[in-house]
């Protein structure tokens, strides 16, 4: 948060830029202009157009409409490289690195120091130290990147964007996929870059981290700029309704809860994932009627095996699953979903929707068999389009009509149409793992709602999540999952959430951890 | 471009939707009628005359009662077969082995038609069930093999179309003892002809051709499929299967099962098919008999998109291109394999639909809506 850029130079300015693609306009007369050395924060839910934006300045796209200007000279960008000669680095959201090949290689890559016909590794190697002490990014240049964790792979996407001389970047959701203090190592990287005359657009749907980190925000919905602002004259829940478009409630409203007797309870659980290797290592969990359990961890540290041997998608190794007192280890998903199990999955499109179904057809995944939907073998249409028709309008799912395909759908509607198709069957049990990745803010706080409801009418919920938010605004009771162990069961409040993130990160924490079963 | 698609989340509008429906119905057509150009130049570099060949090619398929119906029994077998890749394709199998399950239903139904004896109304049927019987049975080894070990069908279905053809040749060409093969025919190339009573009624149009009941059969066929698809939760199970096996599994669709009843359907119906032609056309059965009938299929059910209605048409292509070839040989003196030219050229065009798509200026087809031919590989 250093002093407001405007006096300083404009690197980058976007001036009227529109983009349409068929049936939509995602950029609509939008323009922007970024200072040398600031942090620009470009807010937005999902769908609001900031990738298409950072893709026309990137050269991945071509404006409809409009113009670009780099250090004062208009430019016309039509492919990546064009970018990169002209300083302008990005950081995708998903990594675009050689996990066989080492840090150098692959910042390197495309950019081969050559030595007559062979590679200067060395020369190469010792460019990428200077950068890395330069900037305060710590990496090893001979490491693999397959061994390097995601906060360093994040460092050698950006020092491989420093390396080619980028003094403008672009960082698309970096912390998505960062433990809380590796988004505040980023937070700090950032600092250190802008202070030595880089410029930066800083992608995010976070308000807290646009707060903290951002010179200026520039807030986009549908296509256009709605707002912009500045830290000091904004704050969570104002730059939320910017997004949103109206009031938000981002504190989920919630009574203490009335625990009953347990419906799931898990012993010694062990379970191995594709590779074979064990990947949850002895879970015990409990989660009782009227409760939210919430599993936080960063991703991969076992919770994605751990619901998939839960809901009967993979084999457990060895450990007992109980589910309202009946022994489901090893059932088939569908045994376990007739017990009253619902899943809402963390891929929705690849296990949640078969997303070139129509609505109808994706409202009745599971139940397709049973009556009223089926008689006999004989799908019957006229059920099923009904149902779907009330899921839609009870949950709220947008939609021009239940027979399109569910691809047609943002990420925020497909997400309430399985909440609505898990909601409405009989629970006794709710797994829900990412409920809300990646959807809009409305959508988030229409299913959080939706979570807590369900908590009250008396039905147990496991919550995975890899936002600490999200757990420590939902759940009653917080288990920390790392390395495919619990390493703590607190009841929410206990540990601060600064804590949680250390034990997260695997980090002993200095008092001692009350662990329930 | 996708990304962004669904980044902005579009909606598409119903113009948009109406002209989706109909792109899916000019592609196939356009395609045909690109090889067709391409074969007229291809005929004009070979000094005949295509328009000769053309119209030779018209007559001999369309132009007269008699060669309508040498089209449509032609057409028969391609039709049910095309609907056994079609079937497969849709529950997210490649079937390459329609063609050895035209064998195994055929040498069923020869087995049910030479030995039993009972009167027409119970024999036909029961021809007709041991073909789709043992066409079943021979496709579920795939399908269980695939379900079982995760072996990939294309190869399983390849190597059993070998095993079919040459267990075939066996039973009708072994003399010590005669197994399938008739004493009575010196070149021992044909089985024993099938009883009476097991053979397909049909009315005789000119001097050879037989318009028998497996023709609609083959119609009704195709639109039990079609119901079987869209109207029961079997379908349901298969398609979701094909389309998407971890949301299938997710739903608690058992996709092994799924995969070995889609295999054993559509071997069923190859198997059936292999019985029409011996119970309605030839009355025996020959090693020969199909050369390649079950690889065309795989080419019906591609140029139909696996639709089950749109193989009906795909099928009176395929059985109009064969059975008119003959005429063009004898207007424009061409070998009858340009025809195969045409042919091939018409896979080519549907396979590489980006080509026709670019050609006549029609929209990019959208992810997602590749055609399903490629799916087969994605294990």
Not at chain 1, 207 to 228: F, H, N, P, T, Y
């Amino acid at each position: 948060m250093t002093q407001n850029g405007s006096d300083r130079p404009v690197v980058l300015e976007a001036r009227g830029i529109t983009k349409r693609f068929p049936g939509v306009v995602a950029n609509d007369n939008v323009s922007l202009k970024l200072h040398k050395g600031e942090v620009l924060a470009l807010l937005g839910e999902n769908g609001a157009g900031k990738s298409t934006l950072m893709n026309i300045l990137y050269g991945l796209y071509h404006q409809d409409e409009g113009e670009i200007f780099v250090k004062g000279e208009p430019i016309r960008i039509s492919n990546p490289h064009e970018s990169i000669a002209r300083g302008i680095g990005m950081v995708h959201q998903h990594f675009q690195l050689v996990p066989v090949m080492t840090v150098t290689e692959n910042i390197i890559l495309g950019n081969e120091v050559t030595n007559g016909p062979f590679l200067n590794r060395k020369q190469a190697a010792e460019r990428i130290r200077a950068i890395s002490e330069q900037y305060g990014l710590p990496v090893d240049p001979n490491a693999l990147v397959a061994d390097l964790d995601v906060g360093a792979q994040q460092r050698v996407e950006i020092i491989k964007a420093l390396y080619r001389n980028a003094d403008i970047l672009i960082l698309d959701e970096p912390t998505a996929v960062l433990t809380p203090q590796e988004a505040d190592d980023l937070v700090r990287v950032m600092r250190t870059l802008t202070m030595q005359g880089t410029s930066i657009i800083f992608i995010t749907h976070k308000l807290r981290e646009v707060l903290e980190v951002a010179d200026r925000i520039i807030v986009l919905r549908s296509g256009k700029v709605v707002g912009e602002t500045t830290p000091d004259q904004a704050t969570e829940a104002s730059l939320a309704a910017m997004m949103v478009g109206r009031e938000v409630i981002l504190k989920v409203e919630k009574q203490p809860a009335r625990p009953g007797a347990p419906v799931l309870e898990v012993r010694g659980l062990q379970v191995r994932d594709d590779r074979r290797l064990l990947a949850v290592k002895g879970v015990d969990l409990e989660v009782r009627a009227g409760e939210i359990l919430g599993i936080a961890g960063v991703q991969g540290n076992g919770q994605t095996e751990l619901v998939a041997a839960l809901t009967g998608l993979r084999p457990s190794e060895a450990g007992i699953v109980r589910i309202a007192g009946v022994d489901v280890s090893n059932a088939t998903p569908r045994q376990i979903s007739e017990l009253g199990v619902a899943h809402i999955p963390e891929d929705r499109q690849r296990d949640g929707l078969v997303t070139s179904y129509p609505l109808t057809d994706n409202s009745v995944l599971e139940l397709y068999y049973l009556p009223p939907f089926a008689r006999g073998i004989v799908r019957d249409e006229q059920a099923i389009n009904e149902h779907c028709t009330r899921l839609v309008t009870e949950f709220d799912v947008r939609t021009p009509s239940i027979h399109v395909p569910a691809s047609s759908l943002s990420g925020g509607n497909q997400q309430k149409l399985i909440v609505a198709r898990e909601f409405t069957r009989p629970l006794k049990l709710l797994i829900a793992s990412q409920p809300t990745r990646g959807i809009d803010v409305g959508s988030i706080e229409f299913i959080h709602n939706q979570i807590v409801k369900k908590r009250d009418e008396g039905v147990a919920v496991l919550l995975v999540s890899a936002e600490l938010d999200e757990i420590l605004s939902l759940a009653d009771r917080i288990a920390v999952m790392y390395h495919g162990q619990i390493v703590a069961t607190v009841k929410n409040g206990e540990l601060s959430r600064e804590e949680l993130g250390l034990l997260m990160a695997g980090a002993k924490i200095d008092r001692a951890v009350p662990v329930e079963a | 471009m996708a990304q962004a698609a669904t980044e902005a989340g579009v909606h598409p509008s119903a113009l948009r939707q109406v002209w989706e429906r109909w792109s899916g119905i000019l592609v196939p057509i356009l395609a045909v009628f690109s090889a067709l150009v391409v074969g007229a130049f291809i005929i004009g570099i070979t000094g005949a005359d295509w328009q000769a060949a053309y119209i030779g090619l018209w007559e001999g398929a369309f132009g007269s009662p008699r060669a309508i119906a040498d089209t449509v029994v032609r057409s028969t077998p391609f039709i049910i077969c095309g609907l056994a890749v079609a079937l497969a394709f849709k529950a997210g199998l490649f079937n390459i082995g329609a063609e050895g399950q035209l064998y195994a239903g055929a040498v069923a139904a020869v087995v049910i038609g030479t030995t039993l004896q009972m009167p027409a109304i119970f024999h036909i049927p029961a021809t007709l069930i041991a073909g789709a019987l043992g066409g079943a049975a021979w496709a579920a080894i795939a399908g269980f093999l695939k379900a079982r070990t995760g072996a990939h069908e294309v190869i399983n279905t390849i190597m059993l179309n070998y095993i079919a053809l040459r267990m075939t040749d066996w039973l009708i060409r072994s003399k010590t003892p005669y197994i399938l093969g008739d004493p009575a025919d010196t070149t021992g190339a044909r089985s024993r002809l099938i009883a009476e009573t097991a053979r397909l009624p049909g009315f005789q149009v000119g001097s050879s051709t037989i318009l028998h009941l497996g023709i609609p059969l083959a119609i009704v066929l195709v639109f039990v499929i079609a119901w079987l698809l869209y109207r029961t939760t079997l379908g349901f199970e298969m398609r979701t299967a094909g389309t998407n096996p971890n949301a299938a599994r997710y739903a608690g669709i058992s996709v092994p099962r799924t995969i070995v009843l889609a295999m054993a359907f559509a071997g069923g119906l190859a198997g059936v098919a292999g019985a029409i032609e011996v119970s309605g056309v030839r009355g025996s059965l020959s090693a020969d008999f199909f050369s390649g009938l079950g690889f065309d299929a795989i080419a019906v059910a591609l140029l139909a998109r696996a639709n089950p209605v749109g193989i009906i048409f795909s099928g009176l292509l395929w059985g109009g291109l064969l059975t008119g070839a003959r005429l063009m040989q004898v207007r424009a003196s061409l070998s009858i394999d340009v025809i195969k030219i045409v042919q091939a050229l018409i896979i080519m065009f549907v396979a590489a639909d980006q080509i026709v798509r670019f050609i006549y200026r029609l929209p990019k087809r959208k992810p997602g809506e590749e055609t399903q031919l490629s799916k087969g590989w994605g294990g």
